[in-house]
């Protein structure tokens, strides 16, 4: 008695470190994830490819370089005939900034219509990029998680802080991120039944497939669009919307698109998973125990074909992600993936923060796929 309960103790122990062993794997997953996106969001800093301290400057008509360094008596001035200044160190957004602004301070005075900055041969600056990402550490500590920037003309850049929008950027964004990548894998995996079920229906399915295939998520949904505004022009009036106006925002357009390769990864590979079951030898002897083909083909195909279903599932996220990305930014959406995209966005320091909540949500659901796999995966290629 003693040597069972000791065994049993043994097996929950293993147990146990089997499941510490793959939270912690999560863990360092989720952490090496977020920090690459630091990592790489953060490489424009480093790369330097102007004189952080030098500027060409667009002179109002009739004015004169010399009356622009009385005006700032600090800048140096490199070449009269190009109008090139050096200014202090270090300073260089916020002189780039006053000379942009020098107009609306001085109208009708005005000096400077605006300010260039001056290339130089590309180079990396470890330093620099090592400085921005502590910075953006210190920023997040502080509950900054970056911004967005609009250019307003003379009236200089806005700063608009990422949190007052990523509440309705996240609902907006998984509107249909949610809704598309289940209609794709569902879709995906009835053809993939119904192609197997019905052979002749399956071979004009398996050619569509092969067709969608080559086509790329921004052709299907410009597609989409031009069907739309040649619809509305038939009609009379809007039938889809096709791109966000004010609070008119797409849902049919991302949701086609982003379906569709979840679609078609499910189809193919479920497709191909019955396919070779259908070859088993299991089957012949269900067959000759008087199973019907319905019974082989709900109590052994499904079953069996499970395991390939949710191994390409992972997969489908992040198409989805993907495909959601491509959307917003052809249909001009303010979400997580298109907002960088606008035309009236100078500048965005809040990149990192809206790609780590992207691959969260990847996370999360990569997480529950294999709590799902590990609840009824069962073992295959199992007797009749």
Not at 148 to 160: C, L, M, P, T
Not at 186 to 202: H, I
Request: proline share 4%; with cysteine.
């Amino acid at each position: 008695m003693t040597n069972k309960i000791q065994i049993i103790f043994t097996i929950g122990k293993k147990e146990e470190g089997v499941i510490l062993f793959k939270l912690l794997k999560g863990l360092l997953l989720a952490a090496g994830t977020i920090l690459g996106i630091l990592l790489i969001a953060n490489l424009g800093k480093g790369l330097e490819v102007v004189e952080p301290d030098q500027f060409y400057l667009k002179l109002m008509p009739m004015r004169t370089i010399q009356e622009v360094v009385e005006r700032y008596p600090e800048i140096k001035v490199l070449d009269e005939k190009l109008n090139a200044v050096q200014i202090p160190s270090g300073q260089g957004e916020e002189y780039q900034e006053i000379f942009n602004r020098d107009c609306a301070k001085y109208y009708p005075a005005c000096l400077i219509d605006g300010a260039l900055t001056v290339p130089k041969t590309p180079s990396f600056n470890f330093s620099a990029y090592g400085h921005a990402i502590l910075e953006q550490l210190k920023g997040y500590a502080q509950g900054d998680l970056g911004g967005i920037f609009y250019d307003s003309g003379r009236a200089g850049v806005r700063e608009v802080p990422i949190v007052d929008s990523l509440g309705k950027m996240i609902t907006r964004s998984l509107s249909y991120l949610i809704p598309g990548t289940l209609l794709g894998i569902l879709a995906g995996y009835l053809l993939a039944l119904c192609a197997v079920w019905l052979p002749k229906v399956g071979r004009g399915i398996d050619w569509l497939h092969s067709f969608m295939l080559g086509l790329p998520d921004f052709f299907v949904i410009v597609m989409i669009q031009l069907l739309a505004i040649q619809l509305a022009k038939q009609s009379g009036h809007k039938v889809i919307t096709i791109m966000q106006f004010g609070s008119d925002v797409p849902l049919l357009i991302p949701i086609i698109a982003i379906s569709l390769m979840p679609a078609l990864m499910i189809y193919g590979t479920v497709r191909l998973a019955v396919k070779r079951e259908w070859e088993e030898g299991y089957i012949k002897t269900a067959y000759s125990k008087g199973l019907s083909r319905t019974r082989v083909f709900i109590r052994h195909i499904l079953r069996n074909t499970s395991e390939d279903l949710l191994t390409i599932l992972p997969r489908t996220i992040t198409a989805g992600i993907t495909a959601l990305v491509v959307a917003e930014v052809m249909t001009g959406t303010f979400g997580l993936g298109g907002y960088t995209s606008n035309s009236k966005i100078s500048q965005v320091t809040s990149l990192p923060v809206t790609c780590a909540i992207l691959a969260g949500f990847a996370l999360a659901a990569n997480a529950g796929i294999a709590m799902l796999r590990k609840l009824i995966t069962v073992n295959t290629k199992e007797g009749a």
